[in-house]
């Protein structure tokens, strides 16, 4: 048989990049060896970046030394899931959310680790004193204390955000409804191998994006297609800078679609995931 090994990003990095393994401690010697063993005697590779590609293998473009085929295949999106937000003008949905008249910033996903929960609280609390219509609505499965608490701390008052989980197939929805997403992930040696589903699902939903400097393809992707704004530095005045830019770019009427454009491009489930993962197993099977 034939073994394709698809590399999630750098795992035992990313262990101990988040602080949950001790550095070279007996399970990242562990993983690393069996790392090794996989890197030498797999058939063909995917890996989540360009980044990553450049990393292990140096110089070649869909192929390692030996020939062995290498796809770069990132996270990708399903645009059905997007489908029924598509149905619902945003000004609809931001009533059926009790967010008319807002300035609508969201995030989603996990805290802790490598997701930076604190400079996130800090823009979010930036932006709502740049101007006092401003809402956070945070979609997570972490604990929703730490981060209210966080946001109370830095003078959010509790009616101005939301803060919890919702069902997955109300995302879209959620999403639609807003007007700027963030993504801040600590931009550590192990997430250039990184492709973040929320940037996917952000540029998907039409939203413009503000993220750090760093982190797998994604500010090549952000810059190329001009789709959201990238901070170099986690301070108020960034904040505040990246906050305007993307304020001017969410009132141009063509970025919704450039956002939706690059994400067809780049990320559909259909025709970037599994046709780079057709495209695999046809030169395994032909032996190319």
């Known amino acids: 048989g034939r073994m394709v090994f698809d590399i999630r990003g750098f795992m035992p990095e990313e262990y101990t990049d988040a602080g949950v393994w001790p550095e070279g401690g007996a399970l990242y010697r562990g993983v690393k060896r069996v790392e090794r063993f996989l890197l030498a005697s797999a058939?063909?590779?995917?890996?989540?970046?360009?980044?990553?590609?450049?990393?292990?293998?140096?110089?070649?473009?869909?192929?390692?030394?030996?020939?062995?085929?290498?796809?770069?295949?990132?996270?990708?999106?399903?645009?059905?899931?997007?489908?029924?937000?598509?149905?619902?003008?945003?000004?609809?949905?931001?009533?059926?959310?009790?967010?008319?008249?807002?300035?609508?910033?969201?995030?989603?996903?996990?805290?802790?680790?490598?997701?930076?929960?604190?400079?996130?609280?800090?823009?979010?609390?930036?932006?709502?004193?740049?101007?006092?219509?401003?809402?956070?609505?945070?979609?997570?499965?972490?604990?929703?204390?730490?981060?209210?608490?966080?946001?109370?701390?830095?003078?959010?008052?509790?009616?101005?955000?939301?803060?919890?989980?919702?069902?997955?197939?109300?995302?879209?929805?959620?999403?639609?409804?807003?007007?700027?997403?963030?993504?801040?992930i600590r931009a550590c040696y192990s997430k250039q191998s990184s492709s973040p589903t929320k940037i996917a699902e952000y540029l998907a939903a039409g939203l413009p994006v503000v993220c750090n400097a760093g982190v797998g393809d994604v500010d090549a992707v952000i810059e190329g297609d001009r789709v959201g704004v990238i901070l170099s530095e986690f301070t108020d005045e960034a904040y505040l800078a990246v906050l305007r830019a993307a304020e001017d770019m969410r009132r141009d009427p063509a970025t919704a679609q450039r956002c939706r454009t690059s994400a067809r491009a780049r990320f559909d489930l259909d025709t970037v995931g599994g046709a780079g993962y057709r495209r695999l197993y046809e030169r395994l099977l032909k032996g190319r």
Request: with cysteine; proline share 5%.
């Open 43 to 184: 058939d063909a590779f995917i890996v989540l970046t360009e980044k990553a590609r450049e990393i292990l293998f140096p110089g070649r473009r869909d192929g390692d030394a030996r020939g062995r085929p290498v796809e770069v295949i990132p996270c990708c999106v399903d645009f059905r899931r997007f489908a029924a937000a598509d149905a619902t003008p945003k000004e609809a949905l931001r009533e059926e959310f009790g967010l008319t008249g807002r300035r609508v910033v969201v995030y989603t996903g996990s805290f802790g680790g490598w997701y930076m929960t604190d400079e996130m609280a800090r823009f979010m609390a930036t932006a709502h004193r740049d101007d006092p219509r401003t809402f956070s609505m945070i979609l997570t499965q972490s604990d929703a204390g730490v981060v209210s608490e966080k946001l109370r701390a830095l003078g959010v008052a509790e009616g101005d955000f939301f803060v919890g989980r919702v069902a997955p197939g109300e995302v879209p929805r959620r999403l639609k409804a807003a007007d700027i997403a963030v993504s801040f």
